[in-house]
């Protein structure tokens, strides 16, 4: 009995889909899918019913392709109703949500609560001073242009900065009601702490990728290990003696498919050595 992780499965890509088809079973073994499984309903729907059938268990937590509202989609849904609606899609597939009770692993390693959240990104991790209007001219001087700032709508939020702020407090106020004792493993799309983003290819693309409010949780919160994925540059870091696990497929060029996904798919307990990168 394992616990394992994966993030940004990316299954509009056909070689992902494929991959994703050929991945064996594990019975006994619990998974937590960090985010970016597709775009579309149908897809995530997919993606999730696939894996369900693959594992004892399946918690999940939204990435940003996730709530990305496709354009030319009749009654496309936008903001906090696509969340629910992903929330509602996952349940569907017996598959955990942030919004379920936070199921307690009682496997090797543990008993460690797995606790999914989902927090969004309030582009503190800019350099300090800049607006987020001034953020994205900034990021635009070297190229980088995020869909987030076309599809991922805010509704009913005037914007991404409140829609995280209240996400924030939201789960905050959850974490903070907890008994004390149990450790946890924080899961999340976007990394906990600024300090993580290692990105040099796009640099200025950090703005996105998460908030500076969360940069004490895992101390806070009793976190043995932090799962996350979105940057797609996978690989573990132990910070202040906690264990950070970057757990991302990626799109085909940043994985050798060759291999199958199988060898993508990270062993977070019991704990064993970091696996060699593929």
Known sequence: MRLLAISDLHLGSPTN???????????????????????????????????????AKVIWVPGNHELWSLPGIEGELRGEARYQGLVDLARAQDVLTPEDPWPIWHGEGGPVRI?????LYDYSFAPPGLAPAEVIAWAGETNIHPVDEVLLHPDPHPN??????????????????LEPGLPSILVSHWPLREDLVRIPRVPRFAPWCGTTATRHWPERFGAIACVYGHL???????????????VSLGYPRQWQ??????????????????????
Do not use: K, N
């Open 257 to 278: 498919p060759e291999r199958g996904m199988a060898a993508y798919v990270r062993q977070i307990l019991p704990l064993v050595a970091e696996p060699e990168a593929p």
């Open 17 to 55: 889909r494929d991959a994703l088809a050929e991945l064996g079973d594990y019975p006994e073994d619990w998974l937590i899918v960090a985010g970016d499984v597709a775009e579309s309903f149908q897809r995530i729907g997919d993606g999730l019913a696939a894996l369900r059938r693959r594992f």
């Open 115 to 119: 606790v999914p959240i989902f927090t």
């Open 232 to 246: 797609h540059v996978r690989g573990r870091r132990w910070l202040d003696g906690i264990r950070f696990e970057e």
């Open 160 to 177: 991404r900065v409140a829609w995280c702020r209240d996400r924030l407090a939201r789960t905050e106020a959850r974490l903070a009601a």
